[in-house]
């Protein structure tokens, strides 16, 4: 029986090289000359944590973030923006998380609109994944067409199809 997966994962590597790419812009603009602006990546928490002293500082370097992100293939979907927070002085923090894997909600929308369209394809949920069964390739495609003409809050990927 011929499958494939629906994933959303980030790869680490690319997305470590936006980051990178991001803080060599901020640091070189001139509205940031003299600040005490600091990007860090968690590889371990898939956390991005940006400190600055104001919101039109902050409103940048987030915007930095998601045009790096975009010219390297990542979907800015990907990022949970999180609150600000006050950190110490004047400072601005600001935590934003990577989601990997498909929750639980976006997961039950993909299967849902599966189903619905009436293709003889069997979808379900194993962890943070769907798994798509049926008995053509073509009608795999189909999903993958159908999957990628809605929004899921989400970025998907398509993997391990197998014949």
Known sequence: MPTF?????VDGQTLDNAINTAKKEILNRYDFNGSKSTIDL????NVITIVTE???RLKAITDSIISRM???NLDPKSLDQGKEQHAS???IRKEIAIKEGLDKEAAKKVVKKIKDSGMKVQPAIMDDMVRVTAKKIDDLQAVISLCRGEDFGQPLQYINMRA
């Open 89 to 91: 002085g004047n400072m």
């Open 70 to 72: 975009i010219k390297q």
């Open 5 to 9: 997966d629906i994933v959303s994962k």
């Open 54 to 56: 104001d919101d039109m």
């Open 42 to 45: 968690d590889k371990k928490t």
